[in-house]
């Protein structure tokens, strides 16, 4: 019996029941425009005193209500109401206002359905309930017979008195019938008349696109500063400890690199959650670049006790901006590879080449270079900045050397709309 019933008084249909009762206040504006132009063309004073007038009252106010529903704003709004009493996923609702005359048109449809609808079931809801009350309790008060409330004639008789409570419920029940009925119709055009267009849908999907790319952004710049502020950290800390009694220099050098290194990557990290932000925060430490911080990434390598050994064959300076601050971090993320992995001497090498620069890092092969379950981050943190400047690379091993080598024009860089993802040989990075 619940189960049977739910479709009328469940918690959807409740909801939708309000949802047009909100229509039917919406309407009443309009109705009474519109009883100020019934009224003199019928020359009756009081036009609400009669239900044709009333009727003609509402029917002259529904196009008014279109009208209004032309402004670009009757559109989220209407979708809000929806999505919350109607039961709509949010997905089908467009969230912006309407621009289009199309859209204008299908908003002001949809605000003219649900004020007609609305008008209906309200004047039902205030009307049916308190006359199917009377009929339910009519046998257990026989003065309300004589009562001046206009009962039919037919009531007079016994077996009419007998089933005035059955139709009365049964009064109850069609009015929540239509209701839902009404509900369930406007849900299901709901989509059609505010549903995104085309164009929502593509400026949505570019959104989304956008919001994943900052994300992307914001995991690769977190992933190469910090991974390799902290593997420097933990080698160095790691050092010290094991010299601490043998060479207190070594160690006072090691922790005035872990000093260093720190100190920057919380720079580098306030910068990083600056793209949170409302934009770049003033203030905040600028992203490190070639010709800024080369040296210092080179000397607290060798400061975690990394043999390193660079050939840089250009000046660092006179890179492009956004060449040089992704050649940082693609440089960066091979010593910490090696760091982490290799512990062995490394070689790196930058030079330009034809049009382009090109960055090698090369360690030698060891049992310490076997791949970390759930590695591989920084690998592909290094194909997303070359596939985004229109790049280059290539990881692996090579005669008994584990190699890096990237390749970046220094002239032109590509989008990321038009390359497509280049991945890397998976390897022990």
């Known amino acids: 019996m619940t189960r049977a019933l739910r479709p009328l008084f ?48 509402f029917a002259v106010g ?3 209500a279109a009208v209004t529903a032309l402004f670009p704003s009757a559109r989220p709004l209407e979708s809000a109401a929806a999505r919350a009493l109607c039961g709509i996923d949010a997905e089908a609702l467009a969230h912006g206002p309407a621009r289009t005359r199309a859209e204008r048109g299908r908003t002001a449809a949809w605000f003219t359905l649900h004020l007609g609808l609305g008008g209906i079931i309200s004047g039902m809801s205030l009307a049916v309930p308190p006359f199917a009350a009377v009929l339910v309790v009519l046998p257990l008060f026989a003065g309300l017979r004589h009562s001046p409330l206009g009962l039919p004639e037919a009531l007079d008789h016994p077996w009419a008195l007998a089933l005035s409570p059955v139709a009365g419920l049964a009064m109850l029940c069609a009015l929540a019938a239509c209701a839902a009925g009404c509900g369930a119709l406007l849900a299901r055009w709901a989509p059609a008349l505010l549903g995104p267009t085309p164009q929502d849908r593509l400026a949505a999907a570019e959104a989304r696109a956008a919001d994943l790319a900052v994300r992307n952004r914001l995991a690769r710049e977190l992933h190469d500063s910090v991974g390799h502020a902290l593997s420097a950290v933990t080698l160095q800390a790691s050092a010290a400890r094991r010299l601490l009694d043998s060479d207190p220099e070594f ?30 925060t003033p203030g905040t430490a600028p992203a490190p670049t070639l010709a800024t911080d080369l040296d210092g990434l080179l000397r607290r390598t060798r400061a975690a006790g990394q043999p390193v050994t660079a050939t840089v064959g250009l000046d660092p300076a006179a890179l492009p901006a956004l060449v040089s601050r992704e050649a940082y971090r693609i440089v960066q993320e091979g010593l910490s590879n090696a ?29 310490a270079t076997a791949p970390r379950p759930g590695g591989g ?4 943190g290094i194909a997303d ?10 990881a692996g091993p090579s005669g008994g050397t584990w190699r890096l080598h990237v390749r970046l ?9 038009d390359t497509q993802p280049r991945p890397l040989p998976k390897g022990p990075a």
């Open 62 to 64: 529904l196009p008014l």
């Open 385 to 394: 900045r070359v596939r985004l400047l229109g790049g280059t690379a290539q």
């Open 377 to 380: 981050h920084g690998l592909r």
């Open 10 to 57: 469940g918690g959807r249909a409740r909801r939708r029941w309000i949802h047009l009762i909100l229509g039917g206040a919406l309407a009443m504006p309009y109705v009474l425009v519109g009883s100020l132009v019934v009224g003199p063309l019928t020359g009756v004073d009081d036009v609400f005193r009669s239900l044709p007038l009333q009727l003609g009252s």
């Open 251 to 280: 160690v006072r050098e090691a922790l005035a690199a872990i000093e260093e290194t720190t100190r920057r990557t919380v720079g580098e990290l306030d910068a990083v959650l600056g793209v949170l932000r409302d934009g770049d």
């Open 339 to 367: 760091l982490k992995h290799a512990g062995t001497a490394v070689a790196v090498r930058i030079c330009a080449s034809a049009g382009h620069l090109e960055i090698t890092v090369e360690n030698p092969l060891g049992t």
């Open 409 to 417: 024009p220094l002239t032109t860089a590509a989008t990321a709309a």
